[in-house]
């Protein structure tokens, strides 16, 4: 007899970050939890190289996404650039209401410019950024980056220093959950009590021995004058 062989089913996943529904191959619906994929934002963007990391997360009968990471093609950002002029980049690690996470702001200014200006732009926009990123939740910071809802404003502030030809976020992703964070402290804590309690039993039962072998002591000792007589 021949053995069927297993098929791989395509399962449906949410994005609700985009409201988008893509499909993935597996046996079962359980094998997709806790898997990495990328969605390419380009034809959402219209023509924006965008490419969008995505964690899958899989409860009981439904799959949906929560995002990681978002960064722009670096093959778009060289057709950006033009002679002439001057890029700012950076990259720095701050936290959200709900992350912490890493952006790299990647700006073009419209000539060249000085090494002071450059600088001046640099943490102007670490600046603005910190602050903008701060009381908001991880998933409205990646909502607002593809919707350019975090672009323009940063663009604007930046002209007054010196005119841009371009104000990108180059990438953005997360470091750490919070709530990861919370139950690593707990878990030690936990660790730590039962580490205390096991120490406790042990002085306990420490002398508990001591007197034992001490009652022992006198038993040998009158055994052995009986033996004598």
Same mark, same amino acid.
């Given at each position: #007899?021949?053995?069927?062989?297993?098929?791989?089913?395509?399962?449906?996943?949410?994005?609700?970050?985009?409201?988008?529904?893509?499909?993935?191959?597996? !046996?079962?619906?359980?094998?997709?939890?806790?898997?990495?994929?990328? !969605?390419?934002?380009?034809?959402?963007?219209?023509?924006?190289?965008? #490419?969008?990391?995505?964690? /899958?997360?899989?409860?009981?009968?439904?799959?949906?996404?929560?995002?990681?990471?978002?960064?722009?093609?670096?093959?778009?950002?060289?057709?950006?650039?033009?002679?002439?002029?001057? !890029?700012?980049?950076?990259?720095?690690?701050?936290?959200?209401?709900?992350?912490?996470?890493?952006?790299?702001?990647?700006?073009?200014?419209?000539? &060249?410019?000085? *090494?002071?200006? *450059?600088?001046?732009?640099?943490? +102007?926009? &670490?600046?603005?950024?910190?602050?903008?990123?701060?009381?908001?939740?991880?998933?409205? /910071?990646?909502?607002?980056?593809?919707?350019?809802?975090?672009?323009?404003?940063?663009?604007?502030?930046?002209?007054?220093?010196?005119?841009?030809?371009?104000?990108?976020?180059?990438?953005?992703?997360?470091?750490?959950?919070?709530?990861?964070?919370?139950?690593?402290?707990?878990?030690?804590?936990?660790?730590?009590?039962?580490?205390?309690? +096991?120490?406790?039993?042990?002085? =306990? %039962?420490?002398?508990? =021995?001591?007197?034992?072998?001490?009652?022992?002591?006198?038993?040998?000792?009158?055994?052995? %004058?009986?033996?004598?007589?």
């Amino acid at each position: #007899m021949a053995i069927a062989k297993r098929k791989k089913k395509f399962f449906d996943v949410e994005i609700p970050l985009i409201n988008k529904i893509t499909q993935l191959q597996a !046996y079962e619906l359980k094998e997709l939890d806790k898997k990495f994929i990328k !969605y390419d934002l380009t034809r959402i963007l219209r023509g924006k190289n965008m #490419m969008l990391q995505l964690r /899958v997360v899989v409860d009981e009968d439904k799959a949906t996404t929560t995002p990681k990471g978002i960064r722009l093609i670096p093959s778009s950002l060289r057709r950006m650039i033009r002679k002439g002029t001057n !890029y700012i980049e950076d990259s720095f690690s701050t936290n959200c209401k709900d992350a912490q996470i890493r952006i790299k702001p990647f700006l073009i200014a419209r000539k &060249k410019v000085s *090494r002071a200006v *450059r600088k001046t732009l640099r943490q +102007e926009a &670490k600046n603005w950024l910190g602050d903008y990123v701060k009381n908001k939740p991880h998933k409205d /910071v990646f909502s607002d980056i593809i919707g350019n809802r975090l672009q323009k404003p940063l663009s604007l502030k930046l002209k007054k220093i010196y005119p841009l030809a371009l104000c990108e976020i180059r990438m953005l992703k997360i470091e750490k959950l919070k709530e990861q964070e919370k139950l690593k402290v707990t878990l030690e804590k936990v660790k730590k009590k039962e580490e205390k309690v +096991e120490e406790t039993k042990k002085a =306990e %039962e420490k002398p508990k =021995e001591k007197v034992e072998k001490a009652e022992e002591k006198p038993k040998e000792e009158n055994k052995e %004058e009986e033996k004598k007589k």
